[in-house]
């Protein structure tokens, strides 16, 4: 890393990630996308929830939150609604955001906080040390699953497309600066920007040689503000295409509850020439 980057946007924190764990990719992809734009460290807040990745913040020289298991989509909201002129990053693995946090990502993307939701999916409950999560695979053998998981994976990007987001994307850890931009796109983009990663843990669940092989780019051809498009792509199955896969631009939950204040306004003036 370039000096200038270490000490502009990161702290001395030494991660205690594995040997060759995809969270060292993203990390560095995070703090080139912050480069990128030029973003000022006292205009973000990264959250994180609980798993591999709950000390991500302190990684960082911004404002931080180490939430709750599964809860960083609420609090990023509440984060966003307080101050929208903040850039909010939320952080979660595939448990804390598809098991535990499941449930808040459709309202999320109802909603269209301005935030940027990064989640690296490592197909395995890595922190609690290698159960299966709702990413795993039919099949594959865990500790508790000696038989192999009995249970179908979500496609997480199909869900998050079904669901509404208005910026969906899909990274790997492997593929550093191809990431950086992904992510810097999201931060970019006024709405929820829900970010997959492909992000290998080598101890647990490790998918290296498989990504790979499998992962390309998406095409300059490729149309991101079609649905049938997005919805097409994500039906490949030979290869995994990484990239922005589809963007909207869409009223967002900041702009709607400054419309709200508004009128309220007008409806207390109202009110006060009729007393
Ligand atoms: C309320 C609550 N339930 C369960 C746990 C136990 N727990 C800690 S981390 C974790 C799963 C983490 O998996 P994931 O989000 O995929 O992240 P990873 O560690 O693989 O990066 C669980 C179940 C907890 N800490 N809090």
């Known amino acids: 890393m370039q000096a200038s980057l270490a000490t502009q946007y990161r702290t001395e924190y030494n991660p205690n990630?594995?040997?060759?764990?995809?969270?060292?990719?993203?990390?560095?992809?995070?703090?080139?996308a912050f480069?990128?734009?030029g973003i000022r460290n006292e205009e973000i807040v990264l959250l994180s929830g609980i798993g591999c990745n709950g000390r991500f913040p302190h990684n960082f020289r911004t404002y931080g939150f180490h939430t709750l298991h599964g809860r960083v989509l609420p609090i990023a909201q509440g984060i966003n609604?307080?101050?929208?002129?903040?850039?909010?990053?939320?952080?979660?693995?595939?448990g804390d955001a598809f098991a535990i946090g499941g449930g808040h990502i459709p309202h999320t993307a109802r909603r269209n906080p301005d935030i940027t939701y990064i989640v690296?999916?490592?197909?395995?409950?890595?922190?609690t040390k290698g159960q299966p999560s709702p990413t795993t695979q039919i099949g594959y053998k865990t500790k508790v699953t000696p038989q192999g998981n009995q249970e179908q994976?979500?496609?997480?990007?199909?869900?998050?497309?079904?669901?509404?987001?208005?910026?969906?994307?899909?990274?790997?850890?492997g593929k550093v600066n191809h990431l950086a931009y992904i992510i810097a796109e999201g931060i970019k983009h006024q709405g929820f920007a829900f970010i997959h990663v492909l992000s290998p843990?080598?101890?647990?669940?490790?998918?290296?040689?498989?990504y790979q092989s499998r992962v390309v780019e998406i095409g300059s051809e490729y149309d991101n503000t079609s649905l049938d498009a997005a919805n097409k792509l994500l039906g490949e199955r030979e290869k995994i295409p990484v990239g922005i896969i589809f963007k909207?631009?869409?009223?967002?939950?900041?702009?709607?509850?400054?419309?709200?204040?508004?009128?309220?306004?007008?409806?207390?003036?109202?009110l006060r020439t009729y007393r």
């Open 17 to 32: 990630w594995c040997p060759g764990c995809g969270s060292y990719g993203v990390l560095r992809a995070i703090t080139l």
């Open 35 to 37: 480069q990128e734009l």
């Open 81 to 94: 609604i307080a101050n929208p002129e903040l850039s909010v990053i939320g952080i979660a693995g595939d």
């Open 120 to 127: 690296l999916d490592n197909q395995i409950y890595g922190q």
């Open 153 to 173: 994976p979500l496609e997480v990007s199909k869900l998050a497309l079904a669901y509404g987001v208005s910026f969906l994307a899909r990274g790997f850890a």
């Open 201 to 210: 843990c080598p101890t647990y669940h490790d998918t290296w040689k498989e």
């Open 248 to 270: 909207e631009n869409r009223q967002t939950l900041a702009d709607r509850l400054r419309v709200s204040t508004q009128e309220r306004l007008e409806l207390k003036q109202l």
